[in-house]
């Protein structure tokens, strides 16, 4: 059971459309290797995108109608409709089918709101090395914690923005820490950088962030944080 | 069963495919964020409303976001700030919503003597710090950049 499995369907039908980078795909491929369910959620989205775009051949809905006007605009629309009813039908009969049990795996990695387990996500978006030092060690509080005899408590730690650095291979003061933490809690803390910031970073100021081998790469951090807290994670903010 | 499935199903896509022509129901919004701006830094603020604007573009109407300003971050939303220039054309997404805290608008009438004046498409709400406890206990998300 991993607990990195979350991955956007944004980031999923960029992965469908060959959009993303050699690094991304690869990371996505693994992940589907090992995931079923991954697998079957990929196919429902591919499934969709094809019928979307076999309406828009009919007839540009939106924005392209201009362009390209029809001389059956009615028929359009409605072949666009059916494909639409079908593509949701077909996806609903099937669901039984593609998802024996529910597609808990893909939604919420370990997670289990019932436990009496503390879920906390940390938040840095500044290049504050002292708050996040303080990160740090209530991290390892909350690790150490037990319930039950065993470590139950997790813990996520987000950087975007300016607290990229904190997690980059050649910027970070805690590389040795994070490698230490990490290695000591498998499973139970993870960190994570966003590639949007990477993204505007090497855009805005031609700056190449390599993270450290430990972090897992979001695709947007603060989506990451908006999903965690719909979970139910506790929000800290640096 | 088989039957009831079917007509099921055939219901379902059809309110969906319906659903598609309707306008955007907000209120409705799969996924809900407060954003807190409470610094007069000029940086944060800055992400603050990136962070908005990337959401707004990665969620479309799948996202309803309320930032709310107070303290010193009041001024994000005051003609005073350079960086309030931008709030104006985003309030006019119906999905962004900008919220000035009511107790420092007062606070800061107080010391300067005359009223705080707002720039456009902004609403008060009495107090920042209540209105974003509020959210979160109506299930909101929160970041605070």
Redesign the interface.
Known sequence: MTEINKISD?MLNAFIDHELSDDDMMQIYMAMSKDADLRAHVCDLRATRDLVRSAYQVSPLLGKAKRLPSRFPAWGLAAA?AS??????LG??AYPVWHPAAPSALVAGVDDPSASRVRVVF?A??NDADAFEQILDEAETLLAAKTGGRTANLVRIVAN?EGLYLLSARTSPFKDRIQQLNAQHKNHIVFAGCS?TRKRMKRERGESIELLPEVLMVN?G??E???L??EGWR?M?I | MKNLRLSAGLAIAMLLALAGFQGPAFADAKHKLVIQVSTDDVRTQNIALNNAVNLQKAMGDDIEIEIVAYGPGLKLLTPASPVSKRVPDLALYENITFSACGNTMKKFAKKSGKDVKLVEGVKVVPAGVLRIMELQEQGWSYVRP
């Open positions: 944004e409709i639409l009813s079908l593509g949701g039908l609903w009969l938040h978006s500044r923005g949007q947007s603060v989506i944080l908006l999903e807290q719909e929000y903010p």
